[in-house]
């Protein structure tokens, strides 16, 4: 009965959001980088926050979940305020930093990363703080990064939290994850937005803010999973489950970076914008990416299972590489045209 009651609420947080959208300045009008036609509201993120927010106190959530959903209020905020007026990069940042230092200081990090054969479990120890900001805060904007496609980032959010679902069913462990339900909840949440996002009836954006809200709790979701006392799931299935918006990530950052430019200025190196180049349209681009996401995502887990932690690893190296190399090709392909 909840989750179909969420449905609804969405529907009329929606409107109520889109009616304040101009008054907010939170609308995005088409340009030299955006094709879009017409003005569209950037309230996804604000819509999904909001509806999930509601719903929350209908679930028993772990005290760490109901830090994560009140710290990302701040967020939702600041995104909302860059995305009205556009602060620029320094200032997401710097949102993103505190929020995860808020969610630090409640006591959840990144401990241990998981035993690999002959290893025992590798813990972290002092690096623990300085190592669980890199990773939030890399896949936040990894997931802000590649929202460049109608229904790519929120579609590789929801094929990660179904990786962590399936997962935890598979081990069994699902009884631990006291957040399950819940992110049942956020998984229907999202797949009502995505909805929105592709048909042209009362059309969203997630925004910046929606775009890192999504990131951040994704990220906090598998730390959750992977370092909470009764291991939910194994820390290497963590990056499987988000395995195409770190290859993307990974892939743009080290490219950038070999051209001796910004790592977090805009250009066309994502592998939507190769791919729209090639020649598909935006929602091929989204289907495309969005089953290579879920090939990858499975075959990661199905290694994991068959062959163990230290074999998942290096094939999670192995394929990144791959990845890179490919998009460096393709890249340079699409430039000789």
Known sequence: MVYIS????FLIILFIFKYFAPK???????????????????????VIYTNILFFSYFFELSNHMTVILYTSIILILLG?????????????????LICCLIVIGSGLVI?????????????IGTL???FTVFCVIGLTNSFNFIDGVDGLSSGLALIAIISVLIISYLDNTYNYLIDFNFL???????????????TKFSKIFLGDSGSMFLGFFISWILIIASQSENQIIHPILTIWCVTL?????????????????????????????ILIEMGFSNFNTMLIILALSSI??????????????????????????????????????NNAK
Request: with cysteine; hydrophobic share 55%; net charge positive.
């Open 6 to 9: 969420s449905l609804f609420s």
């Open 24 to 46: 907010l300045k939170l609308i995005d009008k088409p340009n030299f980088r955006k094709k879009h036609s017409g003005n569209i509201p950037l309230i996804g993120g604000i």
């Open 80 to 96: 909302a305020l860059d995305d009205a007026i556009e602060l620029g990069v320094a200032f997401r940042l710097l949102a993103q």
């Open 111 to 123: 401990n241990n990363i998981g035993d690999y054969m002959f290893l025992p479990s590798i813990q």
């Open 128 to 130: 623990s703080i300085l």
């Open 184 to 198: 049942i909840l956020l998984s229907i949440t999202i797949t009502i937005f995505i909805f929105f996002n592709l």
């Open 245 to 273: 918006p770190v290859f993307d990530i990974t892939s743009v950052v080290i490219r950038r970076c070999l051209r001796k430019i910004n790592p977090f200025k805009p250009d066309r190196r994502h592998v939507h914008h």
């Open 296 to 333: 990858l995502n499975f075959f990661g887990i199905l290694i994991f299972y068959l062959s163990g932690p230290f074999p998942a690893l290096i094939s999670f190296i192995i394929l990144l590489f791959l990845y890179v190399i490919l998009m460096i090709n393709l890249s340079r392909a």
